[in-house]
């Protein structure tokens, strides 16, 4: 089978035939010129309906994901809630793992909810509770983001998929942390892989999309007309410096879990630090799962402070290197404040994260000069 970084550079890649390009081409073009009418070239009409350079992006993702078929959209929630409203109707529910991250609660919880469509959460890893929380009737999606944002919690893919299968429900994987590169839901059973390509995917920071890939062949259908009659498509530029991105990111992972890894050591020996969440550490509590499924263990570290919120929120203040900012998955370092930032619209609800928390996306800097700017903002 051709290995993963061969496809990042090939898979729905080749060379231009009309100029022999060998970088697929920016077709910033809203229509297509028609052979008579009805006579469509390459089946191009209108670029909500299809554009080649979404197709292009669309071809390497589903091949990265080992899946039938990939969908890209204008952002992660453009894709969640496309897939969402195509699988869901009033009445359904969906089961989600206690601590998805903030936006996705909030589409579910706000959104969806006025609609009819109930959710509750529970502990993934508690997969007794998981298994009483489906309703066959009505649970048509069992959510799950592993790992986690931003506790780092790893649920079993593996485990998921049966509970869900065996009661007819849809295991969809949010494997924005993980990428492709480090984790394949499909392979383990998953229904659909939801990605916020606006993190490791795009990994320079300077493109907001998300994506959707699925393994059968029907439910592919089915999301690409609501892909379509929904609208919310990854537009020709966003998409084609995604493409760009997909080639380096075997590397970047790479670079990125080594990095963290270095960091959530350096953390664990702070006396200022109490727990580390990284699941490439052993004592995390799902190492095991993490080193099952996954072929390593990602840029994010999360981190909480003996001292409680104010340290927290001093630490992030006074970090350098780190920059202070929401988001997540791109070459530079980041440091945040979930509680006030990525989080602050679960405040309240079961999915609230703890005030003493922070959380770092480790990127591909010299991993001693990231050490040197948290041993001053830690000091
Ligand atoms: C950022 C993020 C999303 C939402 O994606 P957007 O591109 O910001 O819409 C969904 N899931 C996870 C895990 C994320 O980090």
């Excluded at 699988?87 to 529910?93: A, H, K």
């Excluded at 390509?197 to 890939?213: I, M």
């Excluded at 200022?272 to 390593?296: C, F, T």
Aim: charge should be negative.
């Amino acid at each position: 089978m051709t290995g993963f970084n061969t496809l990042a550079i090939h898979a729905g890649q080749e060379p231009d035939p009309a100029t022999g390009a060998v970088i697929p081409p920016l077709h910033l073009t809203t229509t297509y010129k028609q052979d008579g009418v009805g006579g469509l070239r390459g089946g191009y009409e209108y670029s909500r309906s299809a554009n080649p350079t979404r197709d292009t992006l669309q071809t390497a993702l589903a091949a990265l994901e080992q899946g039938t078929r990939g969908l890209a959209f204008a952002s992660g929630l453009a894709a969640e809630d496309t897939l969402l409203r195509t699988v869901c109707r009033p009445g359904d529910r969906i089961v989600l793992g206690g601590d998805a991250y903030g936006g996705t609660y909030r589409l579910i919880s706000r959104v969806l909810e006025p609609w009819g469509v109930t959710h509750s959460p529970v502990d993934l890893n508690d997969l007794d509770a998981v298994r009483a929380a489906v309703a066959p009737e009505t649970t048509r999606v069992i959510w799950c983001e592993t790992p986690s944002n931003p506790l780092l919690n790893v649920s079993d893919i593996a485990a998921l998929a049966e509970i869900a299968h065996a009661s007819g429900t849809l295991l969809v994987v949010d494997n924005t942390f993980a990428s492709p590169y480090l984790q394949q839901p499909l392979t383990l059973g998953a229904d659909v892989v939801v990605h916020s390509t606006t993190k490791y995917l795009g990994g320079h920071s300077d493109v907001v999309g998300g994506a959707l890939v699925v393994a059968d062949t029907e439910l592919g259908e089915r999301l690409a007309y609501h892909q379509n009659a929904m609208g919310a498509v990854g537009g020709p530029f966003d998409s084609w410096l995604v493409l760009r991105s997909l080639k380096t990111l075997g590397v970047r992972m790479d670079r990125h879990s080594a990095n963290a890894g270095r960091v959530a050591e350096w953390l664990l020996e702070h006396p200022g630090v109490g727990d580390v969440l990284y699941p490439g550490l052993p004592q995390h509590r799902n190492h095991e799962i993490a080193a099952k499924q996954m072929s390593g263990f990602g840029g994010m570290v999360s981190f909480r402070l003996k001292a409680g919120e104010e340290a927290a929120l001093r630490v992030c203040e006074r970090a350098q290197l780190f920059t202070l900012a929401e988001s997540l998955g791109g070459v530079e370092s980041l440091i945040e404040h979930p509680h006030r930032m990525t989080h602050a619209s679960a405040a309240g609800s079961p999915l609230e994260v703890p005030a003493d928390l922070v959380r770092l996306s480790v990127g591909i800097e010299d991993v001693d000069d990231l050490l040197a700017d948290l041993d001053q903002a830690l000091a």
